[in-house]
Structure formats: structure tokens, C-alpha cells
């Protein structure tokens, strides 16, 4: 099980810093990703780290989102800096398997077991 935490409004230029919960599973050797749906459009990867930590990132966060995670803890964050209005979105954690080197933050359909969003309002 996933949840995700740390959504809320912030205004444009500013900072947010989200959690993602995972329980039931020990999650050292599962890649975590990040995903987003904003209203009206598809669910949208973000960014991925793998469980040895490799990080990877869709070009729209790149140089402001950071994916981590803490394999004692369960967790993983996404710190979101510069935030846009365009970033307006539920915000999902997510978790799979991987049978390859890396992990894929595009391929929803891979990720096996997805927590609850968390509402990302950026405005001024």
C-alpha cells in the first residue's frame, strides 16, 4: 500500500515537498515513481528512483522536482521547487517490480501498486 501526503496551495515560484508512504512490502527493492493527472488530461510520469537510487525525470521537472527515497523509513519524497501553475495536478505515488537495470517513469502500466493522490494547487 501507497499514500501519498504534502499536497496544497502555493503560489507560483514557490516550494512543495510531498511524501509517499509505502507500507506492507519492504520497498528497498521496488522502483517508486511519480505521476501527476491535472483535469482533463492523461495521468503523467514524472519521475522514478529505482531502489539502489538511481534517479530519472520527464524533461517538464527536470532541474526543479527531486525524486528521493529512504528504504529504512518506507518513503520516498518529491521535493518540487519553482513550482508553475501548469504543475496544477493530483499528485500519485506509485511502485512495481523491476526485471531490468532502471526504471521507466513513462510506462504507467508497469506500475503494479499506486497510493491515493495528493492535490497540488499552484496560484497566486
Known amino acids: 500500500q501507497l499514500q501519498a501526503s504534502g499536497g496544497g496551495l502555493v503560489q507560483p515560484g514557490g516550494s512543495l515537498r510531498l511524501s509517499c508512504a509505502v507500507s506492507?512490502?519492504?520497498?528497498?527493492?521496488?522502483?517508486i515513481g511519480w505521476f501527476r493527472q491535472a483535469p482533463g488530461k492523461e495521468r503523467e510520469g514524472l519521475s522514478c528512483?529505482?531502489?539502489?537510487?538511481?534517479?530519472y525525470y520527464s524533461e517538464s521537472v527536470k532541474g526543479r522536482f527531486t525524486i528521493s527515497r529512504d528504504n529504512v523509513e518506507n518513503t520516498s519524497d518529491l521535493q518540487m521547487n519553482s513550482l508553475k501553475p501548469e504543475d496544477t495536478a493530483v499528485y500519485y505515488c506509485?511502485?512495481?517490480?523491476?526485471?531490468?537495470?532502471?526504471?521507466?517513469?513513462?510506462?504507467?502500466?508497469?506500475?503494479?501498486?499506486w497510493g491515493q493522490g495528493t492535490l497540488v494547487t499552484v496560484s497566486s
Open positions: 528512483i529505482t531502489g539502489s537510487g538511481r534517479t
Open positions: 506492507g512490502f519492504a520497498a528497498d527493492y521496488y522502483v
Open positions: 506509485a511502485a512495481y517490480i523491476p526485471s531490468l537495470p532502471g526504471c521507466h517513469y513513462a510506462d504507467i502500466d508497469e506500475y503494479r501498486f
